[in-house]
């Protein structure tokens, strides 16, 4: 039987369209996060890669992404948040051989900073035999006081969550390419994908012990993603917060212990 409670590689996937201005931040926040799974008591620390994938980019964030030579980063056309994903992983995980059981799969956006135990919480919860974690998003100080007393109205980021988001999202490989992998399209990508583990029956938690911090801007990268959300709120004055994907019938897993760093 395959030991799903192992882990011993980790790919980081992150999008970027012209975010010269944020990415600094995203990277030096996965910089940390990243030391923290090597400092993590009684675990052998997986190997760990992050790709930067460029998509459509004009600006200067290729030049921002080549300031980091810890983490890679390839180009592509395909102008979608959920073509630039799927070519992250694949460009890390080139062939079907490698989505094994005992490969993590993280992704999160140019415009996010995940918190210091963004990883080492994911991989405390995939040795617990979780295949898929699902964070939560708080946006920055871009959102103005109005639209960040609306958010905190509207959304309860508790544990058991019924939030979505691609910016905080974690998989077990071999899920993943059961699923299908990231869909080819433009927004919403993260919700197909979820809507396929849970239909596979996965084992997931729904967790806000890792909350990423993004952009609060209202005019976004892709159409239907976070900046519209917010930019909806704004214009609505309120209303519901979106169920990003169904919640019932799916499998919850029991919140692991987490090991304390060492320091």
């Known amino acids: 039987m395959t030991d799903r409670g192992s882990v011993d590689n980790v790919v980081v996937v992150v999008p970027a369209r012209n975010e010269e201005e944020l990415l600094p931040r995203c990277l030096a926040a996965l910089t940390v996060a990243v030391g923290e799974v090597g400092g993590v008591a009684g675990q052998s620390p997986p190997v760990i890669d992050v790709v930067v994938v460029l998509d459509r980019c004009s600006d200067g964030t290729a030049e921002v992404a080549a300031d980091w030579p810890a983490f890679g980063s390839i180009s592509t056309t395909g102008g979608a948040v959920g073509v630039a994903r799927r070519a ?16 993590w799969i993280a992704t999160t956006d140019a415009d996010s900073a995940v918190p210091p135990n963004w990883l080492t919480v994911q991989l405390a919860f995939a040795r617990n035999s979780v295949d898929l974690v699902l964070g939560t998003v708080v946006p920055d100080d871009g959102l103005s006081d109005g639209g960040r007393e609306r958010w905190d109205a509207q959304h309860r980021l508790v ?104 320091r």
């Open 88 to 103: 992250g992983v694949r460009h890390l995980l080139p062939t079907s051989n490698l989505f094994t059981s005992t490969t």
């Open 159 to 262: 544990e058991g969550h019924a939030h979505v988001h691609g910016a905080n999202l974690g998989v077990r490989a071999d899920r993943y390419l059961q699923a299908g992998e990231f869909a080819l399209v433009d927004g919403h990508e993260d919700v197909r994908l979820v809507s396929a583990l849970r239909g596979l029956r996965v084992s997931e938690i729904r967790t806000e012990l890792i909350p990423v911090l993004t952009s609060g801007r209202l005019t976004g990268r892709t159409p239907g993603g976070f900046a519209g959300y917010l930019r909806d709120q704004a214009t609505e004055g309120g209303g519901h917060a979106p169920v990003r994907g169904p919640v019932t019938g799916s499998r919850r897993a029991r919140p692991p212990v987490i090991e304390p760093a060492r």
